[in-house]
T-cell receptor, first 111, second 114 residues
Framework: DQQVKQNSPSLSVQEGRISILNCDYT??????FLWYKKYPAEGPTFLIS?????DKNEDGRFTVFLNKSAKHLSLHIVPSQPGDSAVYFC??????????FGTGTRLQVFP | DAGVIQSPRHEVTEMGQEVTLRCKPI?????LFWYRQTMMRGLELLIY????????DSGMPEDRFSAKMPNASFSTLKIQPSEPRDSAVYFC????????????FGQGTRLTVV
């Protein structure tokens, strides 16, 4: 049972445009959400996080939105750059317990 | 700090053999995680240590898998006997707190069991 779902395996966006990566979850007890980015042959690196008491968190070009009623979060990258091309993982946890990851979305930013 | 160090980077072994993966976490971090990445299931948590003590091993697939953390600077993940379905990339990660804090991942070990 996949508690965290990333239904789009891949996304292609032109440089300078907005990239929107989506994530859905089924467990309403999750109270903290994180995004990790992964380049080939490297381990994932932390990107941005959000607590369930917020609905938005911004860090430079990256913004995460949380819609608790829909059990949905999204990562916006504006403007997208070729260096953003990577696999993005959404993850969720309850009370700092084990982190549940989605299966990832591969983002390709082309010139 | 050199970050989380995993060895080996690549391992090819025959079915039935014992495989040991190694991890050196970042100095001072008190939490250590072992993950497995596959195409079908993404990143799955296998086991989580806090202050060298296993906290959650519910993700360990079966008795063929075992993990130890004898001290704060070293952990191992052992598969005995290995099977082709164990082929995956195994990541070790460490952090200063629980899953809400930023975890730092190693480069992973790509395991192929033939």
């Amino acid at each position: 049972d996949q508690q965290v779902k990333q239904n789009s395996p891949s996304l292609s966006v032109q440089e300078g445009r907005i990239s929107i990566l989506n994530c859905d979850y089924t467990n309403s007890m999750f109270d903290y959400f994180l995004w990790y980015k992964k380049y080939p042959a490297e381990g994932p690196t932390f990107l941005i996080s959000i607590s369930s008491i917020k609905d938005k968190n911004e860090d430079g070009r990256f913004t995460v939105f949380l819609n608790k009623s829909a059990k949905h979060l999204s990562l916006h990258i504006v403007p997208s750059q070729p260096g953003d091309s990577a696999v993005y993982f959404c993850a969720a946890t309850r009370g700092g317990d084990k982190l549940i990851f989605g299966t990832g979305t591969r983002l390709q930013v082309f010139p | 700090d050199a970050g989380v160090i995993q060895s080996p980077r690549h391992e090819v072994t025959e079915m039935g053999q014992e495989v040991t993966l190694r991890c050196k976490p970042i100095s001072g971090h008190n939490s250590l995680f072992w993950y497995r990445q596959t195409m079908m299931r993404g990143l799955e948590l296998l086991i989580y240590f806090n202050n060298n003590v296993p906290i959650d091993d519910s993700g360990m697939p079966e008795d063929r898998f075992s993990a130890k953390m004898p001290n704060a600077s070293f952990s191992t993940l052992k598969i005995q006997p290995s099977e082709p379905r164990d082929s995956a990339v195994y990541f070790c990660a460490s952090s200063l707190g629980d899953s809400r804090t930023e975890a730092f991942f190693g480069q992973g070990t790509r395991l192929t069991v033939v």
